[in-house]
């Protein structure tokens, strides 16, 4: 059974920086992308960024480019997300989750699983 932990949500002011983590057991995650999902309340959840099984390519939302970094290690079963230049419109619950197939990168929140409980990110303004 998929298990995944994210921490590292916390509350910061516009234009501060967070790092958040992901750890993953129940299964050999080196062949599975890996993705960060947020929903804001009232809102959808919605892609964030994902990373292939190599770590070798990498899809982002248009809103997070150029501030949002994803990276893993497979060695330790753990993808982390570090955010810069954050802004209030980032408010939202982050949680990571584990592609159902191996080797396919997408950003359809649907072809994921093992939702974790989630991270709140809060930024002030």
């Known amino acids: 059974q998929v298990q995944l932990v994210e921490s590292g949500g916390g509350l910061v002011q516009a234009g501060g920086s967070l790092r958040l983590s992901c750890a993953a057991s129940?299964?050999?995650?080196?062949?599975?992308?890996m993705g960060w999902f947020r929903q804001a309340p009232g809102k959808e959840r919605e892609f964030v960024v994902a990373?292939?099984?190599?770590?070798?390519?990498?899809y982002y939302a248009d809103s997070v480019k150029g501030r949002f970094t994803i990276s893993r290690d497979n060695a330790k079963n753990t993808v982390s997300l570090q955010m810069n230049s954050l802004k209030p419109e980032d408010t939202a619950v982050y949680y990571c989750?584990?592609?159902?197939?191996?080797?396919?990168?997408?950003?359809?929140?649907?072809?994921?699983?093992?939702w974790g409980q989630g991270t709140q990110v809060t930024v002030s303004s």
């Open positions: 989750a584990v592609a159902r197939r191996p080797f396919d990168i997408t950003k359809a929140t649907s072809r994921y699983d093992g």
């Open positions: 129940g299964r050999t995650f080196s062949s599975y992308a």
């Open positions: 990373i292939s099984w190599s770590g070798g390519t990498t």
